[in-house]
């Protein structure tokens, strides 16, 4: 099913009078600080959000899954699912692709089919942390990092065939994301491990185009519970940086020990020019993979102002980093669930501009504590959904994504289209 036009605009013509009520208070009381509400507009309109592919179905436990109902059957209808999220908020317009779950196998069809719910495809993500059919090794004891040549070339030629896969679809870059690790003390010699894993890196840096990034994502524990051969940023920055200037750091907000800052840590790498791309989901003790801003929203917005203030930042050379989406929805409605986690970041991003730069420098300069608290707070303490309501609907998108979504009963006809037991690839 698609979202018609029509059916946003009858939503959006419902809806206007309230929105317009609250949007001129907010934009009002905006401009009377000296913020430019109109660039603000303009940011939010740009900024798009990179849907996982494997999180379009319901996700699970090592304890079970409990499917959902109308999952995505096929990568096609996987892309129907992100043009119904990009239709009803025109933030959605890419996918990241995670290979082999997602084997575009008419890479032409697939692209095309994505162009036409205007999705271009982000980063591809290479899996050595499973063992596939067919595969001569197993990647049970590492990939990349493994003792075995063998097993090592094979986990670096299926990073080379999924760099191939993405180039056919307009892809620039590879995430690469490893489970190696150990499990129990004096498994591993852990510099042999992370020497072989810097040569393998290397040998698919070899093969990276010259206008892609490669990412590499950092994980504390799990599945290997003692060790991890890239367990925290500062060892995926030295290899990034041992690799060369397409080589740059993939931060997943699920992967911090507690209490980690992790805003301290995204302002280093952008001091570096080194943070690549983001993965965000929210989490309460682990990898918990829950919905954007649901347990640490404030968390979310100081690791956004630290963001905004880099990419701000004319002398910081940061590209600006690649916005994904890693999650896993057990007991929600993905696609409701992803539109919150959309509307989450993109919460976080408005408040983080809304902060009056000048001021809060000003007040770091004097060491006037209080005042710095206040205006991180006060921005963080305005509801400036509004803003995000009208940059949707000056783009075509609806005022309230998640309602209309209900209105129009989309679960319900994707079962009755795809069927109660259509089950998704993924996680
Ligand atoms: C690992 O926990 C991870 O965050 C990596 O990004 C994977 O590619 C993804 O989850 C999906 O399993
Ligand atoms: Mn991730």
């Known amino acids: ?87 009803l908020n025109r933030s959605s317009g890419a996918i990241s692709l995670h290979i082999p779950w997602d084997i575009p196998e008419n890479a032409d069809a697939i692209k095309s089919l994505a162009g036409s719910y205007d999705i271009v495809f982000d980063a591809v993500n290479s899996n050595t942390f499973q063992d596939q059919k067919n595969q001569n090794y197993s990647y049970k004891f590492g990939s990349l990092s493994h003792t075995q040549k063998e097993v090592r070339q094979q986990a670096i030629h299926h990073n080379i065939e999924v760099i191939k896969y993405g180039e056919v679809l307009g892809s620039k870059a590879l995430t690469v994301w490893l489970a190696d690790g150990s499990c129990f003390p004096a498994q591993q010699n852990f510099r042999k491990a992370l020497q072989r894993t810097l040569e393998s890196l290397q040998e698919i840096y070899a093969h990276l185009p010259t206008d892609w990034k490669m990412f590499i994502e950092y994980k504390p524990y799990e599945p290997n519970f003692y060790s991890t051969v890239i367990q925290d ?114 919460i976080a991003y408005t408040q983080a501009l809304i902060i009056h730069r000048e001021m809060l420098w000003e007040a770091q300069r004097q060491n006037d504590v209080v005042k710095a608290q206040e205006i991180v707070q006060n921005a963080f303490r305005t509801d400036v959904r509004p803003l995000l309501a009208e940059a949707r609907r000056r783009s075509g998108a609806a005022i309230n994504p998640l309602g209309l979504f209900r209105k129009l009963e989309v679960r319900k006809k994707l079962v009755e289209e795809r069927g109660e037991l259509a089950i998704a690839t993924g996680l």
Not at 7 to 27: A, C, P, T, V
Not at 60 to 65: D, I, M, S
Not at 328 to 335: A, F, I, Y
């Open 233 to 346: 940023w500062g060892t995926s920055f030295l290899l990034a940086n041992k690799l060369g200037s397409q080589a740059f750091t993939l931060v997943d907000l699920g992967h911090h020990l507690p209490n980690t800052n992790i805003e301290q840590i995204v302002a280093t790498l952008m001091m570096e020019g080194k943070l690549g791309g983001f993965h965000f989901n929210d989490s309460k003790y682990g990898d918990d993979d829950l919905t954007v801003g649901s347990i640490k929203p404030y968390q979310l917005f100081l690791i956004f102002n630290e963001l905004v203030e880099g990419i701000e930042d004319k002398n910081t050379k940061n590209p600006v980093p690649a916005w994904m989406i890693d999650a896993s929805h057990n007991v929600k409605d993905p696609l409701e669930d992803l539109l919150q986690s959309v509307e989450a970041i993109k």
């Open 1 to 87: 099913m698609n979202v018609e036009k029509y059916q946003i605009d009858e939503h959006n013509s419902l809806n206007e009078r309230q929105h317009k009520k609250r949007y001129d208070f907010l934009s009002e009381m905006l401009q009377q600080e000296g913020i430019d509400v109109e660039a603000i507009i303009k940011k939010l309109m740009d900024f798009q959000i990179a849907i996982p592919s494997w999180a379009l179905g319901t996700g699970g436990t090592r304890f079970g899954r409990f499917s959902g109902t109308g999952e995505p059957r096929s990568l096609e209808e996987k892309i129907e699912d992100i043009g119904l999220l990009h239709a």
